[in-house]
């Protein structure tokens, strides 16, 4: 984007208003998320490809217009159309209201530290090659710190990102994981973090040695420059997953001063360190004060139990590269996303029929040991179909997320809900039991994000309040199980005054 990448970083202050305008200067359709903005009434500039618009063909143009809310924190901006968001993003900065204060102590200086995938071949070509044979993905050939790999990887051995920080200083770090298939530990070596943010929201501030950080989610750290004057490195290698890239990338922080450096290097958490994930994962909580308030629904009105699959399609002769000659899918609540032909947006709106059906399940539609070994055919192929669930506005909801072992397919997956942040107010391993596990909710301080991690084998359940008017899509930000279909949408029907109904649609829609 614009020539840089990662691409620019957008500033702005809580509340305001940024339009963008879009100009495809590629050769592929393209469209753009806000991920973290919650476009109040604005479902038009969300951005997902044929869901909330018809893609900005090559030599087009869209002007997107981005609506801040109750964001203060770090979100993101990244390409929604199929995997181009692997070099098409950059950070969003949203600052405190003039006049107001960060509720932690004003950092010297802040940076974005944006980890992002690298592939070496046209990522386009490397997925519709993958989608069209059945098979898995590729791998990545590279993670990468602000745009650079960093010295483990030989193509970037003598170039890597570098900070510097000066004895006394306190810094803020705002990560974000743009990576496309892994989640991420993330340490610098020798150093502590404080957590105090995450997905545009502020926590409780939580001294960590690392963070674990899911593709899709940001995270604000303050690191205190309180070490020696030396080079420390900073590093971030992944929580193993069924397939996954194993290698680490680097970063330098560098003191400034005059001495002679024997660089460090972070003790980074295993692959399979899922006691580290756990415990990180556990201890974050909203900061819920006065100055900033959360407001979790302490009664529910739809209840929602969601199992998250993997799937596997018949072809012809058997001669897909999937199991025992299939193709992969993936699905939520045994339906398998298909995206449509025009926008589901615009067939709301206009009231066009044919583009998606209004019958998303609230639950399975069959019980069985979703975590064990052994599992009935009948959840082995999925439907297929776009399917919504209509909700009435203002309507609060529960959705618990229950991971499945389906083709040994378990593992951690970050849903990611557009248009809303969501409280993540309890999680677990095993079965969901809706007589108990409630019981354990944190209705008090839980985090408000934007995307959680369902646990390998688990579950996790987020309560939210359906005020925002729309269609609004929720998916898998592992790429691989979002491009097999492991996506809904929620369209949140109008409420009865204008300033609770969908805006009026923009004038340069882009055509399908």
Same mark, same amino acid.
């Given at each position: 984007?614009?020539?840089?990448?990662?691409?620019?970083?957008?500033?702005?202050?809580?509340?305001?208003?940024?339009?963008?305008?879009?100009?495809?200067?590629?050769?592929?359709? =393209?469209?753009?998320?806000?991920?973290?903005?919650?476009?109040?009434?604005?479902?038009?500039?969300?951005?997902?490809?044929?869901?909330?618009? /018809?893609?900005?063909?090559?030599?087009?143009?869209?002007?997107?217009?981005?609506?801040?809310?109750?964001?203060?924190? &770090?979100?993101?901006?990244?390409?929604?159309?199929?995997?181009?968001?692997?070099?098409?993003?950059?950070?969003? @900065?949203?600052?405190?209201?003039?006049?107001?204060?960060?509720?932690?102590?004003?950092?010297?200086?802040?940076?974005?530290?944006?980890?992002?995938?690298?592939?070496?071949?046209?990522?386009?070509?490397?997925?519709?090659?993958?989608?069209?044979?059945?098979?898995? !993905?590729?791998?990545?050939?590279?993670?990468?710190?602000?745009?650079?790999?960093?010295? *483990?990887?030989? /193509?970037?051995? &003598?170039?890597?990102?570098?900070?510097?920080?000066?004895?006394?200083?306190?810094? *803020?770090?705002?990560?974000?994981?743009?990576?496309?298939?892994?989640?991420?530990?993330?340490?610098?070596?020798?150093?502590?973090?404080?957590?105090?943010?995450?997905?545009?929201?502020? $926590?409780?501030?939580?001294?960590?040695?690392?963070?674990? @950080?899911?593709?899709?989610? $940001?995270?604000?750290?303050?690191?205190?420059?309180?070490?020696?004057?030396?080079?420390?490195?900073?590093?971030?290698?992944?929580?193993?997953?069924?397939?996954?890239?194993?290698?680490?990338?680097?970063?330098?922080?560098?003191?400034?001063?005059?001495?002679?450096?024997?660089?460090?290097?972070?003790?980074?958490?295993?692959?399979?360190?899922?006691?580290?994930?756990?415990? !990180? =994962?556990?201890?974050?909580?909203?900061?819920?004060?006065?100055?900033?308030?959360?407001?979790?629904?302490?009664? =529910?009105?739809?209840?929602?139990?969601?199992?998250?699959?993997?799937?596997?399609?018949? /072809?012809?002769?058997?001669?897909?590269?999937?199991?025992?000659?299939?193709?992969?899918?993936?699905?939520?609540?045994?339906?398998? !996303?298909?995206?449509?032909?025009?926008?589901?947006?615009?067939?709301?709106?206009?009231?066009?029929?044919?583009?998606?059906?209004?019958?998303?399940?609230?639950?399975?539609?069959?019980?069985?040991?979703? $975590?064990?070994?052994?599992?009935?055919?009948?959840?082995?192929?999925?439907?297929?179909?776009?399917?919504?669930?209509?909700?009435?506005?203002?309507?609060?909801?529960?959705?618990?997320?229950?991971?499945?072992?389906?083709?040994?397919?378990?593992?951690?997956?970050?849903?990611?809900?557009?248009?809303?942040?969501?409280?993540?107010?309890?999680?677990?391993?095993?079965?969901?039991?809706?007589?108990?596990?409630?019981?354990?909710?944190?209705? =008090?301080?839980?985090?408000?994000?934007?995307?959680?991690?369902?646990?390998?084998?688990?579950?996790?359940?987020?309560?939210?309040?359906?005020?925002?008017?729309?269609?609004?899509?929720?998916? /898998?930000?592992?790429?691989?199980?979002?491009?097999?279909?492991?996506?809904?949408?929620?369209?949140?029907?109008?409420?009865?005054?204008?300033?609770?109904?969908?805006?009026?649609?923009?004038?340069?829609?882009?055509?399908?």
């Amino acid at each position: 984007m614009n020539g840089m990448f990662p691409g620019p970083t957008l500033y702005a202050y809580k509340g305001q208003r940024i339009k963008v305008n879009v100009v495809n200067q590629g050769s592929y359709n =393209v469209t753009i998320h806000w991920h973290g903005v919650k476009q109040p009434r604005n479902p038009w500039s969300d951005g997902p490809e044929y869901v909330t618009q /018809c893609p900005i063909k090559p030599g087009a143009n869209f002007t997107y217009d981005i609506i801040l809310s109750t964001e203060e924190g &770090t979100l993101w901006w990244h390409a929604h159309s199929d995997w181009s968001r692997a070099t098409v993003h950059g950070a969003i @900065i949203v600052y405190p209201k003039n006049g107001t204060n960060y509720p932690f102590t004003q950092p010297d200086d802040q940076f974005p530290i944006f980890l992002a995938s690298w592939f070496k071949g046209d990522v386009m070509e490397i997925v519709e090659t993958a989608l069209d044979d059945g098979g898995e !993905f590729n791998i990545s050939d590279a993670f990468t710190i602000n745009g650079q790999p960093g010295y *483990l990887y030989n /193509c970037s051995e &003598t170039d890597m990102y570098q900070l510097t920080f000066d004895y006394g200083k306190t810094y *803020l770090l705002r990560v974000i994981n743009g990576i496309m298939n892994e989640e991420m530990f993330f340490m610098v070596a020798n150093h502590t973090f404080t957590l105090v943010g995450m997905d545009g929201a502020y $926590t409780k501030p939580l001294e960590t040695d690392y963070i674990l @950080i899911s593709p899709g989610q $940001t995270m604000d750290v303050l690191i205190k420059a309180n070490q020696t004057p030396n080079h420390y490195y900073m590093a971030a290698r992944a929580l193993e997953g069924v397939v996954y890239n194993n290698s680490t990338t680097t970063a330098l922080v560098k003191y400034s001063g005059n001495y002679n450096a024997t660089p460090s290097f972070p003790d980074l958490p295993y692959y399979n360190d899922t006691d580290a994930a756990e415990s !990180f =994962v556990d201890g974050i909580r909203s900061l819920a004060s006065e100055e900033h308030p959360i407001d979790v629904p302490q009664t =529910v009105d739809t209840h929602m139990y969601i199992t998250v699959s993997m799937n596997a399609i018949p /072809c012809i002769n058997n001669s897909c590269d999937g199991p025992n000659g299939s193709r992969l899918a993936a699905s939520l609540n045994n339906i398998s !996303f298909q995206t449509p032909s025009m926008d589901i947006l615009q067939a709301y709106y206009k009231q066009i029929g044919g583009v998606f059906t209004t019958d998303f399940p609230d639950e399975p539609p069959y019980y069985y040991n979703f $975590t064990g070994s052994d599992f009935p055919d009948n959840v082995l192929i999925p439907t297929l179909g776009t399917r919504v669930r209509v909700v009435e506005y203002n309507t609060s909801m529960e959705m618990v997320f229950q991971g499945t072992n389906v083709l040994d397919g378990a593992e951690n997956h970050p849903m990611h809900l557009h248009g809303f942040s969501f409280y993540f107010v309890g999680s677990g391993y095993g079965i969901f039991n809706n007589e108990t596990d409630p019981k354990s909710y944190n209705l =008090v301080d839980p985090p408000e994000v934007n995307t959680i991690g369902v646990p390998k084998n688990g579950w996790a359940a987020v309560r939210f309040r359906a005020d925002n008017p729309g269609v609004w899509f929720m998916h /898998c930000h592992l790429d691989r199980h979002s491009s097999w279909g492991m996506d809904m949408a929620f369209i949140v029907k109008n409420g009865t005054t204008n300033s609770t109904s969908i805006l009026p649609p923009p004038r340069n829609l882009n055509p399908c």
